[in-house]
């Protein structure tokens, strides 16, 4: 019987030691992508088993050879990355990225590089042993482009021009098609997929040489103009993210505010967004994030390039279900992304495929988050409902019904407190068998009519 609820840190950790002692958290563990991470870093922190004689020679046989690369590895030096250069980075473990822009804040966009392709998804870039500066076959993973801290870089390894093809999978990904021409490799259709696993692994290696990470653990008491120049705009930051937090509490009475610690995700070509709060409240929870466009000419990025970070956010926490992107400028204009927003979808009423695109825009991040949490449902609502101990069936029909319902309630109840005499009169003017339109236009949808079903509900629907 495989267990129906995640095991404790406790149980994981027994199940390490005494792996025959515990069968059902190792069966769960073998469903559960979120425990098998837990559980292998509560391995990795575990203090190390005793090997025997041959067990070095065994691995040494199984691996696959390399070529010898040790002369690449080099001391630090004061070297400043360049565009299409290859680098060792990182501050207590090393990783290989492929530098795509520098700019003049200190502040570098890179792509971390793997040996082992068999890590590579549909936004890798495979690429080959005689164009890599090592020799040997490489994947940059595109997914995980990040900007990191010119100080977390230690060393050159080469140089590498695959600009064109990462361009093009950032293009592909946007537009929601596989890459054309270029080599990569094959996509995840699976949550029990291997390679997400080592994606969050990745980003927990290169979480923290983001700029403001890396400062924040910087020892030198003296740091260059540089990096003070980097710093100012953040103690300024860190004074209006507290007078937000006081606003937020003012309003939302019990709303559970947390510093996040630093995730930042690119967007788009010119732009990173950085994960900054998680707001919780009651069961809602929102992640926050800051929109910084590095370069002053461009455009603020459209909304499928912060569609596609959103999801990167999410991924990481899975028990957010919106992130909420702002620009720190006067009043923090967000917009808000709810999970069920990024993906295309058909628009009312005249059924046109539309992209992800916000909830809510044009608003401060207050009045974004308020207004959002405000209409969560709460966790006790189910209390007042009778509990029923047989499932029963229900047709499509008859579930549409019920929630029609409770829409056109909650409309109703909106147009008595509307201030606009337009939007006052319509909202509480809705049809009587408006329940039954719906209703019949999700059950002829759901039998894949689409064209038929919107032509009988745009037929029905007056003033159209």
Not at 324 to 330: D, F, G, I
Request: glycine fraction near 6%; aromatic fraction near 4%.
């Amino acid at each position: 019987m495989t267990l129906h609820v995640h095991p404790s840190s406790s149980e994981l950790l027994a199940a390490i030691h005494e792996p025959d002692r515990a069968p059902l958290v190792l069966e769960h563990v073998g469903d559960c992508l979120a425990c098998r991470v837990r559980l292998s870093r509560l391995r990795e922190a575990a203090e190390p088993e005793p090997t025997d004689q041959g067990t070095f020679q065994r691995i040494m046989a199984a691996s696959t050879p390399l070529p010898d690369i040790a002369h690449l590895v080099t001391a630090s030096t004061n070297e400043q990355p360049q565009p299409n250069q290859v680098w060792r980075i990182g501050r207590d473990e090393a990783l290989l990225a492929w530098v795509r822009r520098v700019f003049d804040d200190g502040v570098a966009e890179v792509i971390p590089l793997v040996l082992d392709i068999e890590l590579a998804d549909q936004q890798s870039v495979l690429i080959r042993a005689d164009a890599t500066p090592v020799a040997t076959e490489m994947a940059a993973l595109v997914a995980l482009r990040t900007h990191i801290h010119v100080g977390a870089f230690l060393n050159p390894i080469g140089e590498l021009d695959i600009s064109r093809e990462v361009t093009e999978i950032m293009t592909a990904v946007q537009e929601g098609r596989r890459p054309s021409g270029i080599p990569v490799g094959p996509p995840i259709e699976d949550d029990d997929d291997q390679r997400l696993e080592y994606r969050q692994a990745l980003r927990d290696l290169l979480a923290p040489l983001s700029p403001s990470a890396w400062l924040d653990g910087d020892a030198d008491p003296e740091p260059s103009s540089q990096e003070a120049a980097a710093d100012k705009p953040t103690e300024s930051t860190d004074g209006e993210i507290g007078y937000i937090k006081e606003q937020l509490t003012e309003r939302l009475r019990g709303i559970l505010i947390v510093d996040s610690s630093p995730l930042i995700v690119a967007v788009g070509s010119h732009a990173h967004a950085t994960r900054i709060l998680n707001v919780t409240y009651l069961d809602a929870t929102v992640i926050v994030a800051q929109l910084r466009v590095d370069d002053e000419d461009a455009a603020e990025p459209d909304n499928a390039s912060l569609a596609q970070a959103c999801a990167s956010f999410l991924e990481c926490e899975p028990g957010a279900d919106a992130v909420a992107v702002a620009v720190s400028q006067e009043g923090w204009p967000t917009r808000l992304f709810p999970s069920s927003y990024l993906r295309t979808a058909y628009q009312l009423p005249a059924g046109v495929v539309t992209g992800p695109e916000p909830s809510l825009t044009g608003l401060g991040l207050v009045d974004t988050l308020c207004k959002h949490l405000d209409g969560s449902s709460r966790a006790w609502e189910l209390l007042d409902e009778p509990v029923h101990f047989k499932i029963g069936t229900k047709s499509i029909r008859q579930v549409a019904i019920g929630h029609a319902t409770s829409s056109i309630e909650k409309i109703t109840r909106d147009g008595k407190r509307a201030v606009q005499v337009a939007k006052k009169v319509a909202w509480q003017s809705l049809p009587e068998d408006l329940d039954q339109r719906v209703a019949n236009f999700v059950a002829a949808a759901a039998g894949n009519d689409m064209s038929d079903a919107l032509d009988d509900l745009l037929g029905e629907l007056p003033g159209d």
